[in-house]
Nanobody, 123 residues
Framework: QVQLVESGGGTVQAGGSLRLSCTAS????????MAWFRQAPGKEREFVAG????????AYADSVKGRFTISRSNAKNTMYLQMSSLKPEDTAVYYC????????????????WGQGIQVTVSS
């Protein structure tokens, strides 16, 4: 099992940018697929972006394509989510997730989760 801690959240005005980080401990993430999910008040948790173990494959929800970029540094045991052109509808608690999986595909199911971090976009 890998422990995940998110950082970098906060409040930003619409049109602004934030970068979230997810730092792992307990195990190296070099064999883990990873992803970001989010949950807005009153809504179900939804997939935002995923990245495979080596960083060669990524996937995004349609709602964030062209605005968000997922990346990872296995050397730093950290995953990132660069969020630009933020909209009020991006307001949510953002979670990072990991799954021990070495493949080119992007999973939608994960085993390890962080506690989540609040991102608020004001209009």
């Amino acid at each position: 099992q890998v422990q995940l801690v998110e950082s970098g959240g906060g409040t930003v005005q619409a049109g602004g940018s934030l970068r979230l980080s997810c730092t792992a401990s307990g195990r190296t993430i070099s064999s883990y697929a990873m992803a970001w999910f989010r949950q807005a008040p009153g809504k179900e948790r939804e997939f935002v972006a995923g990245i495979n173990w080596g960083g060669g494959s990524t996937a995004y929800a349609d709602s964030v394509k062209g605005r968000f970029t997922i990346s990872r540094s296995n050397a730093k045991n950290t995953m990132y989510l660069q969020m630009s052109s933020l909209k009020p509808e991006d307001t949510a608690v953002y979670y990072c997730a990991a799954k021990n999986q070495v493949s080119s595909g992007i999973s939608l199911r994960y085993d390890d989760w962080g506690q989540g971090i609040q991102v608020t976009v004001s209009s």
